[in-house]
């Protein structure tokens, strides 16, 4: 069957209309004006806190229940980047994959719907053309995106996304939002070492990234005690110990310490932070992706 069954699209407005209610959530946005400005209108968008309201089409308002605000030509072109975590770590728990799918199609849908030009990126260790689709305008374009993440499987990749970024800068998209759905495990237990380069890097090279976080209770060892063999998703190593209570609390502190560490970074570096978990349902997980309050961490 697939993922996305019809079921899934139908839930899809509905998000999208809430994400827009609230400013946008995860996707809120401020269109950048060139300087010459403009007056000839090309088209509409969602309303977006500190739009003018004079700019508000009360007409399509009116009509359909919908705040949206006139575009025009001054206003530089909406450019976003919905990457989606592709490494070896992302199969820790049978559901985590499907979910950050469902979550990252969620993000792109919302964002088509804000009339940004939405490009789709698998990523790993690695980011060739084959993994980044080309940019969609328009709702005509979800189809092809989703078609994108439908057909996405985990690779054998470790988690590297300072190679991803810097791959992805030389492929010279132009500047916009990045939004990365990933667990966010790597090589290490440090997210600073992990991650912090390639978030440095992408605020660097002039792109605004923003962090949608996919935990799995499995993360956390729950229900790990006794005699098992533990598996490194990413290096591949493994070995046979015995766990013990004591074991447990342990690691679930350094647990703890790393989970506590990334919406910190986000918050130092000013970038957009949203945590969905495997035990939500699949439509709060895509409610939470898109930073509808409620199910914000």
Known sequence: ????????????????RQARHLGGGMTAYRPTKLPAGGTVQTGLRDYAPGDDVR????????RHD??????????????????????RSMTVDAKKFPYAKRCAMTLAYTLLRQNAYVT???WGESLGHESVTRPVL???????VMKFFEEAAVTEEKTDFLSAAQRFAQIKMPKGQVFVVSDFWGETDSFEKNFSPGFSFLLTAGYEPH??????????????????????????YRQTITI?????QAFRRLYDRYMES?????????????RATTDMTPEEACLAAVGIPEHVA
């Open 55 to 62: 700019r508000v089409d009360w007409g399509i308002c009116a």
């Open 138 to 144: 328009g709702m005509t374009g979800v189809g092809r």
């Open 211 to 236: 962090v949608i976080h996919l935990t799995s209770p499995a993360d956390a060892g729950m229900g790990i005690i006794g005699d098992v063999e533990i598996v490194d998703a990413e290096s591949g």
């Open 262 to 274: 990334i919406p910190v970074f986000c918050r130092t570096k000013k970038m957009r932070y949203t």
């Open 120 to 122: 789709a990126v698998r």
């Open 1 to 16: 069957m697939t993922l996305f069954s019809p079921e899934f699209y139908r839930q899809l407005p509905p998000i999208a």
């Open 244 to 248: 013990t209570h004591r074991d447990v």
């Open 66 to 87: 919908e705040l949206r605000v006139r575009e025009f030509r001054g206003e530089a072109a909406r450019h976003a980047y919905v990457f989606l975590d592709v490494s």
